[in-house]
């Protein structure tokens, strides 16, 4: 009887075969060996994988939590079969649908110009407009009201103002009947090219000249200041 050290010519040998045929069935029963060691091992955790997979979709991802599910079914798990198998669901490729947007993105995707959006922001913006009839209402006010901020049509204010309050939508009506109240200066603002912008900007650095100076200095001090800066 030859040992296990023996080489396979020494096998062929006594057995009376060519080495080919000693080679062709010792490469064969390798095979079989590698095929048996990775080949996966039954666990007492997989008649339960399923009711983990359904719970870690609907939220539930806690390894402690699924464990003391598991252990009031009386199932014969350990705590570290289960935090395994989380693991796993953890690395592999999420399947949950995407999330919705946020209250931010859609309100910058309105405010915006359309022109000044990626085709990403479009494609989202388009999806909220086609659930949401009320908010693509919204949505064309808003654009026209920033064609006549940037086109100066004040001339065309009292028309949008007519359409957003027939629309009743929250918000955005206030705002639009809020500009009844000096409808004239508004008008004006948005037609004409004269702006106080200027004379605001110098009105505000005069204030911040005459805080940072409170209690230290005299009128005189002050009127230097402002000429000279």
């Not at 064969?28 to 997989?46: F, G, K, M, V, Y």
């Not at 690395?91 to 959006?117: D, F, I, K, N, Y």
């Amino acid at each position: 009887m030859l040992a296990r050290g023996h080489s396979r010519r020494a096998i062929a040998r006594h057995l009376g075969w060519d080495l080919n045929t000693v080679l062709r069935y010792a490469n064969a029963a390798h095979w079989q060996d590698t095929i048996r060691e990775n080949r996966p091992r039954p666990s007492r955790l997989d008649p339960y994988k399923l009711y983990l997979e359904r719970r870690f979709t609907e939220g539930c991802t806690r390894a402690t939590r699924l464990h003391g599910e598991l252990v009031a079914q009386q199932a014969p798990v350990t705590y570290g079969m289960v935090r395994t198998h989380i693991a796993t669901l953890r690395g592999a490729p999420s399947t949950a649908p995407p999330r919705p947007p946020t209250v931010r993105q859609v309100t910058g995707w309105l405010t915006r110009h359309p022109t000044a959006l990626s085709e990403e922001d479009r494609v989202g913006l388009r999806d909220v407009l086609a659930r949401c009839p009320e908010l693509a209402t919204a949505a064309g006010h808003v654009r026209y009201f920033g064609e006549i901020l940037t086109r100066r049509l004040g001339a065309t204010l009292p028309a949008w103002i007519d359409a957003v309050d027939a629309s009743q939508l929250p918000g955005l009506t206030g705002f639009a009947l809020h500009l009844l109240r000096d409808l004239d200066a508004v008008t004006a603002g948005l037609t004409l090219d004269w702006s106080s912008g200027s004379i605001e900007g110098a009105v505000n650095r005069i204030k911040k000249i005459k805080r940072q100076l409170y209690g230290r200095a005299g009128f005189q001090l002050l009127s230097k200041m402002i000429l000279l800066q």
